[in-house]
């Protein structure tokens, strides 16, 4: 079935940092792909998506492009800031009758003055 | 002016007890869902509803049952809590039912713990 894998947190990095977290997945056919973040004591938003191979999602200086020869769709920012410190959720809509978003377990990001 | 919310934010409770938690959300949407993040932070659905239909229903034991008294309501009840329902609760809706095209906005989540 499908399946989304994100790198392990917390990640702690400083203020003005590059940021990466690592994402891939598994799916039949060409999935759409979603970076949802949740700030503390929020729930989960939108932060972008890519619906189709070689798309780069953008948003709030954060980018991830749909990489389909390494089935991976990895978020970076050039610089970070302490208020970027939130959870981080990879996650995909198969484009086959399913029309569930399969999540990855999240990563915590804290960004240290 | 919060889009989705849930009540109670935390919810604390004895092995066997029947609890409810519900969801409002004033976004106008078809389409309402219940998720669960389980202690490893896994989040899976539960539930869907589109216009008060339940659409989605995944392999979740029957002691769990949604309830959408309207549109803008999806309640999740649970009956003879379990240790393992302990977990966080996430309500979230959409303006339609087809999750490739219509983004989810989500609750904040109703943390339970069964003792």
């Known amino acids: 079935g499908n399946s989304v894998t994100q790198m392990e947190g917390p990640v702690t990095l400083s203020e003005e940092a590059f940021l990466t977290i690592n994402c891939t997945y598994t799916?039949?056919?060409?999935?759409?792909l979603f970076w949802y973040v949740q700030y503390p004591g929020e729930g989960l938003q939108l932060l972008l998506k890519?619906?189709?191979?070689?798309d780069k999602g953008s948003n709030k200086g954060f980018e991830a492009t749909y990489r389909k020869e390494t089935t991976s769709f990895h978020l970076e920012k050039g610089s970070v800031q302490v208020s970027d410190s939130a959870v981080y959720f990879c996650?995909?809509?198969?484009?086959?009758?399913?029309?569930?978003?399969?999540f990855g377990k999240g990563t915590r990001l804290h960004i240290l003055p | 002016d919060t889009a989705v919310s849930q009540t109670p934010k935390y919810l604390v409770t004895q092995m066997g007890n029947d609890k409810s938690i519900k969801c409002e959300q004033n976004?106008?949407?078809?389409?309402m869902y219940w998720y669960k993040q389980d202690s490893k932070k896994f989040l899976k659905i539960m539930f869907s509803?589109?216009?008060?239909?339940?659409?989605i229903n995944e392999t979740v034991p029957n002691r769990f049952s949604p309830k959408s008294p309207d549109k803008a309501h999806l309640n999740l009840h649970i009956n003879s809590l379990e240790l393992g329902d302990s977990a966080v609760y996430f309500c979230?809706?959409?303006?339609?039912?087809?999750?490739?095209?219509?983004?989810?906005?989500f609750g904040p989540g109703t943390r339970l713990t069964v003792l």
């Open positions: 996650a995909l809509v198969g484009k086959f009758g399913d029309d569930k978003i399969i």
């Open positions: 890519a619906t189709k191979a070689d």
């Open positions: 976004l106008g949407h078809d389409t």
């Open positions: 979230a809706s959409s303006q339609g039912s087809r999750a490739v095209y219509n983004e989810q906005f």
């Open positions: 509803y589109n216009n008060k239909e339940l659409i």
């Open positions: 799916a039949t056919g060409y999935p759409s």
